[in-house]
């Protein structure tokens, strides 16, 4: 079977062309054919056949190509050419198969031949093309892999020529016609001066040498190289020695530096090196991710492109004596055939030589670790004929035209594959999961990866479970991932040593906070300078690798992070160069900006529920223009902080800062979670908070933070576990005579026992909140706790009681300015009014509470009040206009995982397709709302459901069902003490 890429891409077996589909299994085969014996993960393949918008089925497209591809092979006789292997899939066939790689093999025989043996292999491999290569994948990344083939080809015939010129066996048919395609390639060029001389055409010669002038300055700007002058100068002097010694092979350097055996990855990056375009290219990446290796694969494959040879230096521009660019231009001159005693000892002339000599010749130049622009600049070409490949941890901005790759860590997939060839397949297949433990530490970076490796292969009884425990103690992380005279610390520690005393505290800060990311406002918090000075410090460290951007968050901020090895070498320069005071201050000072902007905010919208927190003093204030774009857009603003303020909140429980914890778990968050739901976030924060409080023996913050869980799980719908919390914080306040805290907690565990339907204990617990907050003065608080009595009035049926108590609730939080409870307090009058049957009042009240929270910018509490107002409506006989409400409000609840929320409105739309005649619909509504209050322990609602069912069943004719339905919920109700027993022995609905 043979895989032809040198041209349209064939597969042929017994003489007979397989069929393989159209271009998307084409580049997938050639992707395969290209890493022969490689495995090629799914995801690259992705990106092969579709670029940078693949389609949401892109993984189960390419498991049915190479289905189909199998499929074509085994019909040829050859089942197992595509094996699957983890993450993707590799194509295992002999390398001769492959046209690419005969091609490659007659070049090599061609290069160590003498010329004569040499033509004729060169001109076996170019048989071997049918067009040019991957024709028919011009639109996919693929590109740049057939750029590269294809300048291999030309390479290969200039190699041709030149042995054919060398011998006098030039034919001119064929350098014209190689000259009028590539009318600027002065190799070619060169060739057709000394043939046309040779037949005595010198007046064509030099027309020709003209002819390339003129293009090489319209066209380029430059003027044709040392080696094409001199050959025209050997003409003008009718000296054919001079002329056939000036056509003669230059010396071909070849200074490529050897690839790592197990490289990985990085496909993305080589393609984009091998595209055509600037001839400057900078691979830039922090310490450790393998700048070097990739510029050791990038020049493997470019070099067949650039046959007049490869220089390569290490500019040693990170240790303390970096290479001097005289010094490089001497060797490379040298290299180039270049005398010492021509050799300039100026640095500008030696500039100017090396320019001279390497323009018109086709050279890959490698120069490693450059510190920085001006040590680059020298070494520059100056030709377009000649590719420069740089690394450098710094971005080298000065180097005009230069095209910047830039590398970060492995993704998963090729990191598994990096520790897999270090280690062996089957010592990583042993234990998964404590390789992937490994990767985590390591951050997937390449160095940190390979001295893990490293670790392992010098100890083979070790499991990789034993060091993936050790590097999970990031105290002796940085210490652990060492060998030999490699570490990861001495690599971070270079990119540090450029740093001004004011750059490492920041980085050091920075490191000891350890957040996700962060902005330079936190920045400027954490070293107490004003946010422009922070950004230059930040932009400094990104410079130097040691900070990276990661974009633009929702609020319009720019975000940076620090790799996880990066942040425990900071941490540990801030441990030790920095008074430790100031380090817990800085924290303290970052965790107060972010509470005062909290507090900013929640000062526009005060809670409606009863309040325990004390306030700290007024430390901590944000910059006006911060608090001012906070405001604009606080969820956008909370949604771009909340994990880095759940992380920063831990780390400043663990260095003791409990009371400042505690505030922050107990700010109110309603104006920046507005209609959101952030449980994980809560959860986090409250459990550091509760844990920093025990620690600090406090007991009334402890207090606090147990009735703060206790709020986040009735807000979860996890009612027990609620009244669990509560019950336990009851017993602190109690026990320190906190009464604030005692009627918060009441009001709490009323609230709690309301839900799933303990309405007699809901109102004990409420009315004694009720007394204690009269006596407190505590209108807001007081407001709250009524609301709460009147709906739990409400669900009793004491109608006379219920109006009392929400119409001085109402008037509470009017007292107070508090508009969100006014919304509450609205929609449950609205409730109260469609219990009475009083359907226009009740549309009123819902109307009202709505445009409330609508103007709040409160969506999840709108959507209670929208469908409080739909099913009011529908009491009156609406129409089925109501149910796009219903399903809005179904649907807001359901994407903030509110399932108290949901089964409410699955109810509610069950109802409505009763009341509109479609009782199947209905059952299925009503059902799944049956499942969610009957699993959350809401047997109230549960009960509720029934009744509901109870009607479908008796709309149906099935007397029987509904019978025993109703009988259900009535038991509930009884047992609850509910008005719907009432209503349902009155015959009610």
Request: a negative charge; aromatic letters at 6%; proline letters at 4%.
């Amino acid at each position: 079977m043979e895989f032809k890429l040198l041209g349209p891409v064939e597969v042929w077996s017994g003489g007979q062309p397989v069929p393989l589909g159209g271009a998307k299994p084409k580049a997938l085969l050639a992707a395969l054919a290209l890493e022969l014996s490689h495995v090629v993960p799914v995801t690259r393949l992705i990106d092969i056949v579709w670029g940078e918008d693949p389609p949401d089925t892109g993984r189960a497209l390419i498991q049915t190509y190479v289905k189909n591809l199998r499929k074509s092979m085994a019909d040829a006789g050859m089942p197992e050419v595509i094996v699957t292997a983890p993450p993707g899939y590799l194509l295992r066939t002999p390398p001769e198969a492959v046209d690419v790689n005969v091609f490659g093999a007659l070049l090599d025989r061609a290069r160590q031949s003498p010329p004569t043996e040499a033509i004729e292999f060169y001109r076996q491999a170019e048989a071997l093309w049918r067009g040019s290569a991957l024709a028919g994948l011009e639109d996919t990344p693929l590109v740049g892999e057939a750029t590269r083939l294809n300048e291999r080809r030309l390479a290969a015939i200039e190699e041709r020529v030149a042995a054919e010129v060398a011998l006098g066996r030039a034919d001119l048919a064929e350098l014209t016609g190689l000259v009028g395609r590539h009318p600027t390639d002065e190799r070619f060029r060169g060739h057709l001066m000394v043939t046309l001389y040779r037949m005595g055409r010198q007046a064509d010669a030099l027309a020709s040498f003209r002819e390339c002038r003129d293009l090489l300055i319209d066209e380029l700007g430059v003027e044709p190289g040392a080696e094409l002058n001199a050959l025209h100068a050997a003409i003008l002097r009718g000296d054919l020695a001079a002329a056939a010694e000036s056509a003669a092979p230059a010396r071909v350097p070849s200074q490529l530096p050897p690839v790592p055996a197990d490289f990985t990855g990085r496909a993305h990056e080589l393609d984009e090196l091998a595209r055509p375009g600037a001839m400057v290219r900078v691979i830039t990446g922090q310490g450790g991710s393998g700048k070097s290796a990739l510029l050791a694969r990038a020049a493997r494959e470019l070099a067949p492109s650039y046959p007049d040879g490869q220089l390569h230096a290490d500019l040693r521009g990170m240790s303390d004596s970096p290479a001097e660019p005289g010094d490089i231009l001497a060797r490379f001159l040298r290299a180039l055939g270049v005398a010492d005693e021509q050799i300039p000892d100026d640095l500008g002339e030696r500039g100017q030589l090396y320019r001279s000599v390497a323009g018109p010749r086709r050279l890959l130049i490698l120069l490693d670790d450059a510190r920085n622009a001006a040590q680059v600049r020298p070494l520059l070409p100056g030709s377009p004929n000649c590719l420069l490949l740089v690394t450098s941890r710094d971005r080298l901005g000065g180097l005009e035209g230069a095209a910047v790759t830039e590398i970060g860590t492995l993704d998963d997939a090729e990191a598994m594959d990096l520790l897999t060839r270090i280690v062996g397949t089957e010592r990583v297949a042993a234990d998964t999961a404590a390789a992937g433990r490994i990767l985590a530490h390591c951050g997937n970076l390449p160095l940190a990866i390979r001295l893990a490796g490293a670790k392992l292969l010098s100890r083979q009884r070790w499991p990789l479970s034993l060091l993936a425990d050790r590097l999970g103690d990031e105290s002796r992380r940085l210490s652990e991932l060492s060998a030999g005279d490699l570490c990861v610390r001495a690599s971070i520690e270079l990119s540090h040593q450029g740093l001004d005393p004011r750059e490492s505290a920041m980085l050091g800060r920075l490191g000891f906070l350890g957040l996700p990311d962060f902005s330079t406002w936190v920045a400027s918090w954490l070293l107490d300078v004003p946010k422009a000075y922070a950004d230059g410090l930040v932009e400094a460290l990104v410079d130097a690798q040691l900070v990276e951007y990661v974009g633009v968050d929702a609020f319009g901020s720019l975000r940076y992070r620090m790799h996880d090895l990066v942040r425990l070498y900071a941490r540990e320069r801030a441990e030790r160069d920095q008074p430790r005071q100031e380090l817990v201050d800085a924290v303290a000072r970052t965790i107060g900006g972010w509470l005062s902007l909290i507090d900013n905010l929640g000062a526009a919208a005060p809670p409606e529920d009863v309040s325990w927190r004390y306030t700290l003093n007024d430390t901590y204030r944000p910059s006006e223009q911060m608090a001012a774009r906070a405001s604009a857009d606080p969820g956008d603003w909370f949604a771009a902080e909340q994990l880095s303020l759940t992380a920063g909140v831990e780390r400043a429980a663990a260095l003791g800062l409990h009371e400042l914890v505690c505030e922050v778990a107990s700010a109110r968050y309603a104006a920046v979670t507005s209609g959101t739901n952030r449980f994980e976030v809560s959860n986090r924060i409250n459990h550091a908070a509760l844990d920093a409080a025990r620690a600090a023996g406090d007991v009334r913050r402890e207090a606090v933070m147990l009735a703060e869980h206790g709020k986040l799980r009735y807000y979860q719908d996890r009612y027990v576990e609620a009244r669990h919390y509560y019950t336990e914080a009851l017993t602190k306040f109690r026990e320190v005579g906190d009464l604030q805290g005692e009627a918060a907690t009441l009001a709490g565990l009323g609230t709690a026992c309301r839900e799933p339907g303990h309405l007699v204990e809901a109102l004990h617990f409420l009315e004694q909140a009720c007394t204690l907050l009269r006596d407190l003065d505590d209108r807001a608080g007081l407001a709250y706790a009524l609301r709460m009595a009147g709906s739990v009035h409400l669900e009793l049926g004491d109608y006379e009681r219920a109006r009392a108590t929400l119409d001085e609730s109402l008037h509470a939080y009017r007292d107070t300015g508090n508009e969100r409870g006014e919304g509450f307090t609205l929609r449950t009058l609205g409730l109260y009014h469609r219990a009475r049957g009083e359907y226009a009042e009740a549309v009123d009240m819902c109307e009202r509470a709505a445009q409330v929270f609508r103007k709040l910018g409160d969506e999840h509490m709108e959507s209670y009040a929208v469908r409080s107002l739909a099913k009011a409506r529908l009491r009156m006989g609406a129409s089925t206009q109501v149910l796009e409400q219903l399903e809005w409000a179904l649907s807001t609840c359901q994407s903030l995982g509110d399932r108290f929320g949901q089964a409410a409105g699955l109810r509610a739309l069950g109802e409505a397709h009763l009341e509109f005649g479609h009782p199947d619909l209905a059952e299925s509504f009503l059902r799944a709302a049956f499942d969610i209050f009957d699993s959350d322990d809401t047997v109230l609602w549960a009960a509720r459901v029934q009744r509901d069912l109870a009607r479908v069943y008796a709309a149906r004719g099935d007397e029987a069902a509904a019978a025993e339905a109703r009988e259900q919920a009535l038991r509930v109700f009884a047992d609850h003490g509910a008005r719907e027993h009432a209503e349902l022995l009155a015959g009610g609905r």
